[in-house]
């Protein structure tokens, strides 16, 4: 009787355990939402607060309190990644998750503000306008300087109203770093998570800070766990 190859045997073998090994989770699909050029696809607050410059949407230290939101596409459950850094300002860079465009508008679009990369944060949403009140936790890590680039990523889930930010500094001339997680928030009695914009906020006048690389992942192929950590 012919006999084959033990190796072809073993191979053959090998493509069967193969077939039945479950599939990894897919790869995160992430999307730009920013071109790097122009301010398409984003709708400003106030006129002529926000302006593309070197390849960055950058606020406007005249402008006043404000913000910009991205208007093609609304989330519930998303990972949000980008680069950011403060050229001048007396506050903290501050975007915004889960808040509502309406008119008149609500302060800070009635959503939840987080403080990259630090971790400071704020809640709007009517009936609370306050620092949270035990609804974000903050973890330890060092103080990083705002003036220089920095790395994070939002992980919100819309169903749980869970939603956690992780930071790193870049080194001079990386595109990415490892970072850790920053800040985390939740309302179990009040539930924040809805479809909402994506937004960047200049919390008063005098703040120039620099926005790059932003991109989006939703759905989202494995809602806990972080990609850049």
Not at 63 to 90: C, E, H, M, P, T
Not at 165 to 174: I, K, N, Q, R, V
Request: one cysteine or more; aromatic letters at 10%.
């Amino acid at each position: 009787m012919f006999r084959r190859p033990l190796w072809i045997a073993a191979a053959f073998v090998l493509a069967l355990v193969a077939g039945m090994t479950p599939a990894r989770a897919a790869d995160p699909v992430l999307v730009p939402i920013f071109d790097g050029k122009t301010l398409d696809g984003w709708t400003m607050h106030a006129k002529d607060a926000f302006v593309v410059k070197n390849g960055a949407i950058h606020s406007q230290k005249n402008a006043s309190r404000g913000w910009i939101y991205y208007n093609k596409q609304q989330y519930k459950s998303f990972r949000w990644i980008f680069k950011l850094r403060q050229v001048s300002g007396n506050h903290k860079p501050t975007v915004l998750i889960w808040g509502k465009i309406q008119t008149p508008a609500l302060n800070g679009l009635g959503a939840i503000q987080f403080q990259p990369p630090n971790g400071g944060a704020w809640d709007y949403r009517p009936g609370h306008n306050n620092g949270g009140k035990g609804l974000f936790t903050k973890y330890p890590h060092p103080n990083w300087d705002v003036k220089k680039w920095a790395q994070c990523e939002i992980l919100a889930n819309g169903d749980t109203g869970i939603a956690r930010m992780a930071c790193c500094p870049l080194p001079d001339g990386a595109t990415r770093c490892k970072a850790q997680e920053v800040l985390k928030f939740e309302d179990k009695k009040e539930p924040a998570g809805r479809e909402a914009p994506l937004a960047i906020q200049i919390h008063n006048k005098g703040i120039e800070d620099e926005y790059k690389d932003l991109v989006v992942e939703s759905p989202v192929a494995d809602p806990t766990k972080f990609i850049t950590t």
